[in-house]
């Protein structure tokens, strides 16, 4: 992980801080992450629909005060963008090469009690029928616990759905986790994620 990021450069941080809160309001967006547990967690954002989404969660993220990472396709991570995409949280997955992701950084989580994980379960903007299961057990075996949040095109909110500790039944777990996201529609609402039951 690299030492600094856009969450933890001295004078950078808290310009960009501004800059942003400024930037959402600009846009009629408000933040209401009041009652985020205390890092470490997962906190994952749903639905993921637009290029925005990724802008809207690094403004909500920096006006939270946190120390986050993010998980990103590994063609986000190349030349000349690499340093950038770190600097701004990334960490990139190769999902056509097996490995062990999921230890890897639970195990990260484990040993940094201040950083917190976002995850778009959905894992892509395009519609899809099912989410991606990686933020879960990422979480499960970490031992953190799964914070909900949206963004609410309707109010134009970044919001505070809730927060879930995995058992390990992911099945059933994951799909009351889905149902807390019923009534959201991303900004590209075609895209959006449906819970069939």
Not at 144 to 172: F, H
Request: aromatic share 10%.
């Amino acid at each position: 992980m690299p030492m600094s990021s856009v969450f933890s450069t001295p004078l950078v941080t808290p310009l960009l801080r501004g800059a942003m809160t400024l930037t959402l309001r600009l846009c009629g967006w408000t933040i209401k992450l009041d009652g985020l547990p205390p890092p470490p967690f997962v906190v994952i954002g749903a639905p993921h629909t637009s290029n925005w989404d990724f802008a809207l969660m690094l403004g909500a993220l920096l006006h939270a005060r946190r120390d986050a990472r993010w998980l990103g396709k590994d063609s986000l991570f190349r030349w000349p963008f690499n340093g950038l995409m770190r600097w701004l949280g990334g960490i990139p997955v190769d999902r056509s090469q097996p490995h062990d992701m999921v230890a890897v950084i639970a195990e990260t989580l484990k040993l940094d009690p201040q950083l917190l994980l976002f995850v778009a379960p959905e894992g892509t903007r395009k519609k899809v029928d099912r989410w991606r299961t990686g933020f879960y057990f990422i979480a499960l075996e970490a031992g953190v616990p799964i914070v909900m949040t949206t963004m609410d095109t309707a109010t134009r909110q970044v919001k505070l759905l809730g927060q879930y500790r995995p058992t390990g039944d992911a099945d059933r777990e994951i799909r009351e986790i889905q149902r807390h996201y019923r009534g959201f529609a991303g900004l590209n609402a075609a895209n959006t994620f449906e819970l069939h039951e």
